[in-house]
Nanobody
Framework: QVHVVESGGGLVQAGGSLRLSCAAS??????MGWHRQAPGKQRELVAR??????YVADSVKGRFTISRDNAKNTVFLQMNVLKPEDTAVYYC?????????WGQGTQVTVSS
């Protein structure tokens, strides 16, 4: 059974930093990443890592960094220079055997 657990969200002032963590278990994951959903908006892909391939959305490029600890099946999202528009629920998504699994989400709120 696959489990996906996120941590690290919170309230931060604009310009601050947060680090999100996502620990997955129960399978071998070919792809791990982060999506976010702001109020009234569609969920969007923020960053994803699959093997040596990285994707980072243009809206966060240069500010957010995704990394993975393969031994621990954990993916991190280091978020720097946060902006109010980064406020959203951040979801971890992992892929195993072509199936996606989602975490429960963690709230990130950036105050101006």
């Amino acid at each position: 059974q696959v489990h996906v657990v996120e941590s690290g969200g919170g309230l931060v002032q604009a310009g601050g930093s947060l680090r999100l963590s996502c620990a997955a278990s129960g399978s071998i994951f070919s792809r791990m990443g982060w999506h976010r959903q702001a109020p009234g908006k569609q969920r969007e892909l923020v960053a994803r890592i699959a093997g040596d391939a990285l994707y980072v959305a243009d809206s966060v490029k240069g500010r957010f960094t995704i990394s993975r600890d393969n031994a621990k099946n954990t993916v991190f999202l280091q978020m720097n220079v946060l902006k109010p528009e980064d406020t959203a629920v951040y979801y971890c998504a992992v892929t195993a055997l072509s199936r996606d699994y989602w975490g429960q989400g963690t709230q990130v709120t950036v105050s101006s």
